[in-house]
């Protein structure tokens, strides 16, 4: 699949209150500053549609972003944040959960894991989170330019052994890198599956 048309469709804090389109949406969820807003600009093409920072924190409400007129990508913000106060944290806590629940159009949650380390314990809970609800998701292995290709491989194979210590069968999985664009078709030609 091509993206041919990207546009920002609006920010907010509860599912009730998204763009008043219903459409099927897939949105990106991990720790913060994992790479979800910089992953979103690359499989759309544009370095300047979600905001992206250095600094952990950045995206703060749920982004909807219109994909070829027919669905969203929905930019979540980061789990497990640990600057900020224990009132902002349980605030972002409530509205992501309220999204991934509450959002009848959401047909897929992408979970973000850092490439360059092992899936962290709070990674682990969330997707926990996800079997318990039986939301359906897949992972994205980002900053898969950092790590040589031998390393990479090798911290894959490390995850999946640690995701099996908790799961059956491994969920779809992917491996990014917003810098070179791997993953782009991958991901892109499996959305497109569902639409
Ligand atoms: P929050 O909105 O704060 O939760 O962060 P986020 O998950 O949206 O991360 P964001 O896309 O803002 O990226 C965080 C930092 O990681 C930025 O400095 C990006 O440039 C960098 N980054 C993201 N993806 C990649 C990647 O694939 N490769 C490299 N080398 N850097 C990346
Ligand atoms: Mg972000």
């Not at 993206?3 to 209150?17: M, N």
């Not at 078709?185 to 499996?190: G, P, Q, S, Y």
Request: aromatic share 8%; glycine share 6%.
């Amino acid at each position: 699949m091509r993206i041919t048309e990207a546009k920002f469709a609006g920010s907010s804090v509860r599912a009730a209150d998204k763009p008043g389109r219903r459409l099927p949406e897939f949105a990106f969820i991990g720790r913060s500053n994992v790479g979800k807003s910089s992953l979103i600009n690359m499989l759309c093409g544009n370095s300047r549609l979600a905001k992206t920072s250095s600094t952990p924190g950045k995206t703060k409400l749920i982004n909807h972003f219109i994909i070829n007129d027919s669905w969203y990508l929905v930019d979540l913000p980061g789990y497990g944040f640990a600057k900020i106060s224990k009132k902002e944290r349980e605030d972002l806590r409530i509205m992501i959960n309220d999204y991934i629940q509450n959002s009848q159009e959401m047909v897929l949650l992408f979970v973000l894991i850092d490439s360059r380390h092992d899936i962290q314990k709070i990674d682990l809970e969330f997707i926990a989170g996800l079997g318990e609800n039986e939301i359906p998701f897949a992972l994205i292995f980002t900053k898969g330019d950092k790590l040589g290709p031998n390393a990479l491989a090798a911290q894959i194979e490390r995850d999946k052994e640690i995701l099996l210590e908790q799961w059956e069968e491994l969920p779809p999985m992917f491996v990014s890198s917003s810098e070179t664009q791997m993953g782009k078709k991958e991901i892109l030609d499996f959305i497109q599956q569902y639409i």
